[in-house]
């Protein structure tokens, strides 16, 4: 059986992207974009994290995120400051500012999520969730064998 699985979830991450960024610019927020987003929804669940552990739970890699966490100091919505008890470690803490943003985020979320899953049963989507978890457990423990 030929599989499009990876297909399909690069396309619907590819459109939910775009979709994602045209509701922000049509609700006026500018603040963040998506994969700013990404970084905050991170530090909204855990702040005062180290860079690695926000380039895991996001998915973006620490190369891409250098660049991105600088220009979200600069516009003031994150700060960071070095461990104490790991002098080398970097943690990254939301602002005020960013704090204040959850509710506009859960709002696009939401938004987001009606249109993944419209038509959609609650049996489906708990089935499909359960399908994506697993999708991503194999990806995480995936060492190139």
Do not use: C
């Not at 987003?37 to 005062?48: F, P, S």
């Not at 080398?88 to 696009?108: I, P, Q, S």
């Not at 708990?126 to 999708?135: D, V």
């Amino acid at each position: 059986m030929k599989a499009n699985g990876g297909f399909l979830v690069t396309k619907i991450k590819q459109l939910g992207d775009r979709i994602f960024d045209r509701i922000l610019a049509g609700k006026d927020i500018d603040a963040f974009n998506g994969p700013q987003g990404r970084i905050l929804y991170v530090l909204w669940q855990e702040d005062g994290v180290p860079i690695k552990t926000v380039s895991e739970k996001s998915g973006l890699a620490i190369t891409s995120l250098t660049t991105m966490l600088e220009r979200m100091e600069k516009s003031g919505l994150i700060r960071k400051e070095q461990s104490e008890s790991d002098k080398r470690k970097t943690l990254l803490y939301l602002t005020d500012n960013a704090k204040a943003l959850r509710k506009e985020y859960d709002a696009v979320s939401d938004e987001m999520g009606k249109i993944y899953y419209d038509e959609f049963t609650d049996d489906e989507i708990k089935r499909f969730e359960e399908y994506l978890e697993r999708i991503l457990s194999n990806l995480e423990g995936w060492s190139g064998k």
